[in-house]
Structure formats: C-alpha cells, structure tokens
C-alpha cells in the first residue's frame, strides 16, 4: 500500500471521527498527568455502554430492513403540501430521537428529507429542514434515558428514578416542541407538494424479531433485565439473522465513551482541576453546562462535569440545552452537516449562518426559560 493512499485512509477516518480522536488525544495526556493505575478500572460505566451497544445494534437491523424510512414515507405520503411534509419530517426526526437516540434518527431521517425535497422541487427548503430535524432530534432525545447518549450515562451514574427523569425534561421539551412547529408554520409557505410512490414491503419474521430485540433493549435501559443479558442475547441473535447490523454498529461512539471516561476520571484526580470545577459548578451548574457543551460537545460535557457536582438535574438539563448552539455542541450537529454539504456543495456559509441564527435562539430561550423556572 503505498504512503500517500495510506495517508488518505487515516484523514478520511479522522474527519468522520473528530471527536473520538479528539477524545482519545485528551485521554493520552492525561495519562501522562495520572499514570495508569488499578483506580482506572472505576472509571468505566459498562452498564451504559452496554445499553448503548444494544440500542445501536437493533436500530441498525431495523434500519437494514428500511423499517424506519418506510414508516416516514408512509406518514408524509398522508400531507399534501410543503409545510405539512416538513412538518411531518422534523416530527418523524424528533419521536426517532426519543426512540433510537439523536444521531441514529438523523442518520435514518435525514435522507427522507432529501429525497422528498429533492423530488418534489422543494429544494429551497432544504437547509432550514435539515437545521429543524437536528433541532428536533437534539431537543427531542431529551425527554428519555436513551434519547442522547448523555442521557444515558446520567441516567444510569445517578440512578435516577423514571418518572423524575422525565418530569426535569418535560418542560423544555414541550416548549422545544411547540418553537419547533411555529418556525415551521412561519418559515414554510402551504405550497403544493406531491411524492411519487415507492414500492415498500417489510419482512414480517425479521420485524418481528428486531421489535422483540428492541423492546429488550429499552427494557434493560430502564432497569427492568440486567444489562448482562442484552450483552449476551442480542449480538448471538443477530449473528444469525443480520450480521452486518454488528459491524454497521457505531464503533467510534463507543470508544468516545471510553476515551472519555479515562479523560473525565483523570480530570477528577487533579486538584486544581477539581477545586476549579467544583467552584463553577456551585456557582450555576446549568449555566456552566450549557457553556461547556459549546466548547466540547454534550457527550464529554456530561461524562466530565458529573465528577464535580451531585447536582444531576441542572447537570441533565445543562448537557442537553447546551446540545444546540455551536456546531460541536452535539456529535448530531456534525452529523447534519456532514449530510447537508454532501448534499449541497457551495452552500457551506449559508448553512452555517442560518444554522447558527436558529440554533443560538433555540439556545437563549431554553436556557433563559430553565432559570426562571428553577
């Protein structure tokens, strides 16, 4: 193989994965600070790695059998217009979200809007569609433990009881919900909109299957089966029926996690890091996260502020406000972007401004909503 090809390969894996490397460089150093010890081995939640492995591998089965795009085609066949359509698509995002995790839901739903766009003429839309289901899939995750990953973690780190969980995420949810729709029914004019027919067929055994393999994974992310069993049922299931939904697993997130966890647990073993923390946190711990998410994303933030605060509630809603603003704020924000100039070559700047204008509103109403109420 020669060099140069070699070279290519490694930046091409380093563009798609960003913020693994970036995990794994910010893990190394501080390996050099706190040398790797037996204290390492608590630094790992395996239950939340777990669950996430099992959610990605069954939405990846399911996604092998087109389960999810024949869904959403079949729910925006029923609208006859372009506000509608679009409306239905960032709806369709945002259940996805609380259902498969954010970045899964614009993997799976993000194609839809370009097909639909793209076929019907609309194409004038695409960018604000495409910035309202990242909105949506980032907002939308927030109302359940396997919505965003960070949920996840601080779902399972803190234990927090079911109900309560929801109750904390309910009201920026809602109001999520309801900017949502009215930039939607601002922004889409009523035009008429027509999608030609796409023959769609479901194998029933299969479905079957992976819906029984779903509901076995939400049920150990909700504590009701030890998350041992999951390990061990869905791969051997799945290596018999779809093999390639394994490797399609999202590999890098996971390792992120891991890195991550080395960064955050060595991060916590500094004093002066510790005290530093520790003080911010006290001083607001919602307004910190939202600002850290900016910087290093919701998924890190998350991991590396829950060593210094007990405080879970703001900490949960920090991480998953703090999931719109700047385009590092959330791995899904990268993942939209990534698709949207794919898609759109020469629009980089206009994405990025209308991106921005949107997201950092999202942002300054959620956050100013949250500490009026708290």
């Not at 998350?227 to 049922?233: D, P, Q, T």
């Amino acid at each position: 193989m020669k060099i140069s090809h070699l070279i290519h390969i490694c930046a091409d894996f380093v563009r798609k994965n960003v913020v693994m490397v970036v995990a794994m460089v910010a893990a190394a150093i501080t390996c050099l600070i706190v040398p790797p010890d037996k204290a390492y081995l608590d630094y790992f939640d395996l239950k939340t790695l777990t669950c996430l492995f099992c959610v990605l591998a069954v939405v990846c089965a399911l996604k092998n059998i087109r389960f999810f795009y024949i869904l959403a085609q079949k729910i925006v066949r029923v609208f006859k217009n372009a506000r509608l359509s679009i409306l239905a698509l960032v709806y369709i995002t945002f259940i996805g979200s609380m259902l498969i995790a954010n970045d899964m839901a614009l993997l799976t739903f993000l194609p839809l809007g370009l097909f639909v766009l793209s076929t019907t003429g609309k194409g004038k839309y695409m960018a604000f569609t495409f910035i309202m289901q990242n909105i949506a899939a980032n907002l939308g995750g927030m109302l359940t433990p396997f919505g965003n990953p960070q949920n996840l973690y601080l779902y399972t780190k803190f234990a927090i009881p079911n109900l309560e969980f929801m109750l904390i995420m309910a009201p920026p949810f809602i109001l999520a919900v309801v900017m949502i729709t009215i930039c939607c029914l601002i922004f889409v004019k009523p035009e008429p909109l027509e999608l030609a027919a796409q023959p769609a067929y479901l194998p029933k055994g299969r479905t079957a299957v992976y819906l029984a393999l779903f509901a076995l994974a939400i049920a150990i992310v909700f504590r009701g089966i030890p998350y041992w069993i999951g390990l061990i049922v869905i791969p051997a299931v799945l290596i018999f029926i779809d093999r390639e939904a394994l490797k399609m697993v999202d590999y890098p997130l996971l390792l992120t996690f891991v890195f991550f966890f080395i960064f955050s647990g060595n991060m916590a073993r500094i004093d002066v890091v510790r005290n530093l923390f520790s003080m911010l946190l006290e001083k607001s711990t919602l307004l910190f996260s939202v600002l850290s998410c900016q910087i290093i994303s919701n998924v890190p933030s998350a991991i590396l502020l829950s060593q210094f605060t007990q405080n879970y509630k703001e900490l949960l809603l920090g991480v998953n406000i703090g999931g719109v603003g700047t385009l590092i704020a959330s791995l899904a924000s990268l993942i939209t972007f990534r698709e949207y100039t794919k898609a759109n070559k020469g629009k980089t700047r206009y994405y990025v401004l209308l991106f921005s204008a949107f997201n950092f509103a999202f942002l300054i109403i959620l956050a100013l909503f949250e500490l009026v109420i708290l």
